[in-house]
């Protein structure tokens, strides 16, 4: 795709959600830390205690609904542009079941080599998923989404919860080397997440919203619909915050609900956190709009060209703090809080970026993007 047929929004949003993913992994590569019932670190300092309030209040949770979303907006753009060079129906759907495998093979490589919360591989699985709703018509796809939405607030959710309650984290093996712990711990987590994505369906109806984005035009066109858009944002974010707040209190020790209750505000951020991604989405819509006749310059430029090479800054944020933080790599997570984890966190992120500047500079693809290219098209279309 050329950069004058890629729209700005999808980029900038992508570029913005990976800051959301380095803050809400970050705390997974620390140690040394004794945990309160709720999972949170039980000797957080007061300032750390803010960060993870404002953490937990607007970015937890978030990240994954907007990856989601963006991804099944990307897998309609995948199969319109396939259709519109004349591919059949079931060579689209070979394409993008051939990009689906890809997608986990990379992803639990990722999350066995640096980092066992990946989340390539429950995508992955779930485009094989979405590989149903590609050619449906707008009316099916709908009802597709009611179904799955039903289904995921019923069921997938409230599993979840109880699966991933207070102070769950990754299953650690005892008695092997820390790196070994990392390769062990890595292919349970990946594994797991996969099939909990299948069973639980919790991304389907996320990515069905892509899709039907993606034929809206609300992303690609923005200026058709800005009023849409406008109360989708404000609404969005009343929702992010009220159902992410008792969560956030939580963090802050000034609630301390019991087990159940605590059980039933995750699943309510969960819930939440589902509209808030699109709620977000939307915002940075509005701002492409704003920004439409800058093009890609300036800071939303760079979070454009993050986007864009989105494969590559997720992966390369875990090349960068894994061995950074991770008690089998140089080990100065061992110890370190929230707050000086999210300035690390951060600061990842900007050097991803200004990676993806400079190859946006040189005109060159993300070197996960080639790669995965290559292996979805073939030797023919990876130039």
Not at 171 to 189: E, F, M, N, R
Request: proline share 5%.
């Amino acid at each position: 795709m050329t950069k004058s047929e890629r729209s700005l929004a999808p980029d900038i949003a992508r570029g913005a959600m990976l800051l959301f993913i380095a803050l809400a992994n970050v705390p997974l590569h620390l140690s040394g830390h004794s945990v309160d019932q709720y999972g949170y670190f039980a000797d957080a300092s007061a300032p750390d205690r803010i960060a993870l309030f404002v953490e937990q209040l607007l970015v937890a949770e978030r990240s994954r609904p907007m990856f989601a979303i963006l991804y099944g907006f990307g897998f309609a753009v995948m199969a319109s542009r396939m259709s519109a060079r004349g591919m059949g129906a079931k060579g689209v759907r070979k394409v993008l079941r051939r990009r689906s495998w890809w997608l986990i093979a990379f992803g639990f490589a990722h999350a066995c080599l640096l980092f066992f919360g990946d989340i390539l591989a429950p995508y992955g699985a779930t485009g094989l998923i979405a590989l149903g709703f590609v050619h449906l018509s707008d009316k099916a796809l709908r009802r597709w989404l009611l179904i799955s939405t039903a289904y995921v607030t019923v069921v997938g959710i409230p599993v979840f919860t109880l699966a991933y309650g207070p102070g769950s984290g990754p299953p650690v093996p005892v008695g092997l080397p820390a790196y070994a712990d990392q390769l062990l711990t890595g292919a349970i987590g990946a594994i797991g997440a996969t099939v909990a994505a299948v069973v639980l369906a919790i991304f389907v109806p996320l990515v069905i919203v892509g899709m039907m984005l993606q034929r809206s035009g609300w992303i690609d066109h923005p200026e058709r619909h800005l009023p849409k858009l406008r109360r989708v944002f404000v609404s969005g974010m009343a929702v992010n915050v009220l159902s992410s707040l008792p969560i956030a209190l939580v963090a802050l020790e000034a609630w301390r609900p019991s087990e159940a209750l605590y059980r039933v505000a995750v699943g309510v951020t969960l819930l939440g956190g589902m509209y808030a991604g699109l709620g977000y989405i939307c915002g940075f819509a509005l701002l492409a709009h704003r920004r439409r006749s800058r093009g890609r310059r300036g800071v939303p430029g760079a979070a454009a060209a993050l986007g864009e090479r989105s494969l590559t800054s997720y992966l390369l944020q875990s090349v960068i703090m894994a061995p950074l933080l991770a008690v089998w790599g140089l080990g100065f997570g061992e110890g370190m809080g929230y707050l000086a984890a999210f300035g690390v966190a951060a600061a990842a992120w900007a050097a991803t970026i200004a990676f993806a500047v400079a190859l946006d500079r040189a005109g060159r693809r993300g070197p996960f993007e080639a790669v995965l290219r290559r292996l979805t098209y073939g030797s023919a279309r990876s130039g």
